[in-house]
């Protein structure tokens, strides 16, 4: 006599949803894993000494700690996610020049930076540059989204880096040791300077430094 066959669990709408809600999140992971686990590649972006040159004469006064780069490190696959939860790089943000600043609420230099960045927006945001915070690594979920809105920091988009990928890829090749960290990216997402640290964005040096920027 034949064993029994045990019958099939049933796929019920339920089932189907969950498998779905796993396969996104895990086609966000996969996503952020291609992007960010690697640091990037030298080919993506050509050295630009020149451009280098020009934010670096103008970071002076409260900017002074400001680097100017241009060693060839591309940026366009680095990526992160929008308020929704969304996956984006910094490619969807091509043809603008970008400010990116990696902050987190807990962060006390972070916290105190932020109003500045949110004057400068106000007064640089237009088609050709953009300010591009990203919160990083909180370790308590909405925290970022809360004090963004205790802050009333209107000009300000807010993005997450919710696992540190964007941040640890940075730090593979030491841009960024800490936060806040500030990447200044050209059109193409390739890197045209650095600051590690907090700076005055709101000052006249900051305004001098995203003007040479723009003017490349």
């Not at 943000?93 to 902050?103: I, T």
Request: hydrophobic share 45%; net charge neutral; aromatic share 8%.
């Amino acid at each position: 006599m034949s064993e029994p066959v045990a019958a099939r669990p049933r796929l019920t709408p339920i089932r189907l949803v969950s498998a779905a809600l796993v396969i996104a999140a895990l086609a966000i992971a996969i996503s952020f894993w291609v992007g960010n686990a690697g640091s990037p590649k030298a080919s993506d972006c050509l050295p630009q000494a020149d451009a280098a040159k020009k934010v670096d004469a103008a970071a002076t006064g409260q900017l002074a700690a400001l680097n100017g780069t241009g060693t060839g490190r591309g940026y366009a696959d680095l990526g992160f996610l929008d308020k929704d939860g969304k996956a984006v790089t910094i490619s969807d943000f091509a043809g603008k020049f970008l400010l990116v600043n990696f902050w987190a609420s807990w962060c006390i230099p972070c916290r105190a930076e932020m109003p500045a960045l949110d004057k400068l927006a106000e007064q640089q945001n237009d088609q050709s540059f953009m300010v591009l915070p990203i919160n990083t690594g909180e370790t308590q979920a909405g925290k970022a989204k809360e004090f963004f809105t205790a802050g009333g920091w209107v000009h300000l988009p807010l993005y997450i880096d919710p696992n540190f990928t964007a941040l640890e890829r940075l730090k593979t090749t030491a841009v960024a040791l800490g936060l806040p960290t500030t990447l200044l990216l050209d059109k193409k997402g390739c890197e045209i300077g650095v600051l590690q640290g907090p700076a005055v964005w709101d000052s006249p040096d900051g305004t001098r430094v995203i003007e040479a920027l723009k003017s490349i």
